[in-house]
């Protein structure tokens, strides 16, 4: 999470450059052990938790896991199931069983079309990445207004904040409704007004979310909308 | 003992015709992050020769005919574009370029933690935009640092030098003049952080000292080469986040 990088012992890593000694430490995500050392594996801001060393990328593609919210856009669809893109390598796939209409066979395109947006849960992924969604849970549903955009991966915790602070201060200026999926996807609906606001705030976050300075333009950015 | 014997490439002070010693490299310079449409991007300019690398994925690997189930393939295309050298260059892919796509792709293959990724496909675009021989060396310099911007885990990063033998002097770095008419090119990837060598190739002849100097220079440049390759990196964030880290 590029938000982690407040603290001084972060520091900027690149491939192969080693971070510790593998002796007493774990290696953690975006770390690899070579012989006697913990070299990270991505340029990234390397850090050290409880034992274990990690790099928190600084660009990274979406990885699904199970149990991630995130938007899909339906891609193709069959007779009783849909491929959904969830902005990483591979398509999400929905089976019929898993959706929350009851459709006949051969009818999934009534329900859902390509270029349909939908907010989905990952049930689960396999070991070569074959990642099955689900429709069924409490909100999840086909997005039928709204504007979709994307933000970079380690953008998210950024837009979030401190347990969803930051997202809840504005969802509240801008009057919108805002989810912010795991993929990077943010949906944003409301009034055109508060739309073109998050508009502004997501391109902040897309050009200068990596910046120590990016708080504070928020901060300007909110109390700007709340003085108006 | 070959050549072309009557091309005079060292001159009378035991300077290169370029003015460079023998174990001198051309300059080089290097930009991560250059185009915005790339998961990943490099701009390497190594004497007059200009690369420029995009990297895109992992994605689904396409045709599935070429996905592997254990482990991502590397599809990479190196190309040279038309006006890169003085005669020009049909557009396309030819015998050359397809060599150099398949040597560079098993060379990354080496440094790319590909069982991370099973199934899929990491494209790699290699253009070279200027050429003054030794552009498949440029080409995996531009390609390792477009993949580490990416995001795409590595074991280290890969630096592409060579050195060769003209008027029976060993050289690092040759330039046209010297690739043309010298006696022996011998370009490799090298993974700087830990020595390993993971692309060799040989045009000449050498004898196992020239061949041992040539590792050595080889080596050393690596090791420059390397520490531009991460400056590049590090200042494509540090730079914009006012300087701090």
Redesign the interface.
């Known amino acids: 999470m590029s938000g982690a990088?407040e603290g001084a012992e972060?520091?900027?890593v690149?491939?192969?450059?080693?971070i510790g000694a593998s002796s007493g430490a774990r290696a953690g995500t975006?770390t690899?052990i070579?012989g006697d050392k913990i070299?990270a594996?991505?340029?990234?801001?390397a850090k050290e938790n409880n034992g274990v060393t990690s790099v928190d990328?600084?660009?990274?593609?979406y990885m699904p896991r199970s149990g991630d919210l995130i938007i899909g856009v339906v891609e193709s669809v069959r007779n009783n199931l849909w491929f959904a893109d969830v902005n990483g390598?591979?398509?999400g796939l929905l089976p019929m069983s898993l959706a929350p209409w009851k459709v006949e066979f051969g009818a999934a395109r009534e329900q859902m079309d390509i270029g349909d947006v939908m907010l989905a849960r990952v049930q689960e992924v396999d070991?070569?990445?074959n990642v099955v969604l689900t429709m069924k849970g409490v909100g999840l549903r086909r997005l039928k207004e709204g504007v979709m955009s994307e933000i970079s991966m380690n953008h998210i915790s950024r837009l979030r904040g401190d347990a969803d602070s930051t997202l809840r201060q504005l969802k509240e200026v801008s009057d919108c409704r805002v989810i912010v999926a795991e993929n990077g996807r943010v949906w944003v609906d409301g009034d055109a007004d508060g739309i073109a606001f998050m508009r502004t705030v997501l391109d902040l976050v897309r050009n200068e979310g990596?910046?120590?300075?990016f708080n504070a333009s928020l901060e300007a950015l909110i109390e700007n909308r709340r003085n108006a | 003992m070959g050549g072309y014997g009557d091309v005079k490439l060292l001159r009378e002070d035991g300077l290169r015709l370029d003015g460079r010693k023998v174990d001198e490299m051309r300059e080089v310079e290097i930009e991560a992050g250059i185009l915005p449409a790339a998961?990943?991007s490099a701009w390497v300019k190594h004497g007059l020769n200009v690369a420029v690398c995009a990297v895109y994925?992992?994605?689904?690997a396409h045709p599935r005919k070429i996905q592997r189930?254990d482990r991502a393939v590397i599809d990479v295309r190196y190309n040279m574009a038309p006006f890169s050298t003085s005669d020009r260059i049909r557009p396309g892919y030819n015998r050359r370029s397809r060599e150099i796509s398949k040597v560079t792709a098993e060379a990354l293959e080496s440094?790319v933690?590909v069982e991370r990724?099973?199934?899929?496909k990491i494209r790699v675009e290699i253009e070279i935009l200027a050429a003054e021989a030794g552009t498949r060396c440029v080409g995996i310099t531009a390609a390792a640092v477009a993949l580490?911007?990416?995001?795409?885990?590595?074991?280290?990063?890969i630096v592409g030098v060579a050195s060769g033998k003209i008027e029976d002097t060993v050289v690092l770095d040759l330039d046209k003049a010297e690739d043309n008419y010298g006696q022996a090119d011998l370009p490799m990837g090298i993974?700087?952080?830990?020595g390993e060598i993971a692309f060799l190739q040989m045009d000449g002849d050498l004898s196992f000292e020239e061949y041992n100097t040539c590792m050595e220079y080889n080596l050393k440049a690596a090791r420059e080469i390397h520490v531009l390759?991460?400056d590049a990196?590090?200042r494509r964030?540090?730079e914009?986040?006012?300087g701090?880290?």
């Open positions: 990088k972060l520091r900027l690149t491939p192969g450059e080693a975006g690899l070579m070299i594996t991505r340029v990234g801001w990328p600084i660009h990274a593609a390598p591979f398509n070991e070569a990445h990596h910046m120590a300075t | 998961d990943g994925g992992p994605m689904e189930q440094v933690l990724f099973p199934r899929s580490a911007d990416a995001g795409i885990p590595m074991r280290d990063l993974l700087p952080t830990t390759m991460i990196l590090k964030y540090l914009k986040n006012g701090e880290a």
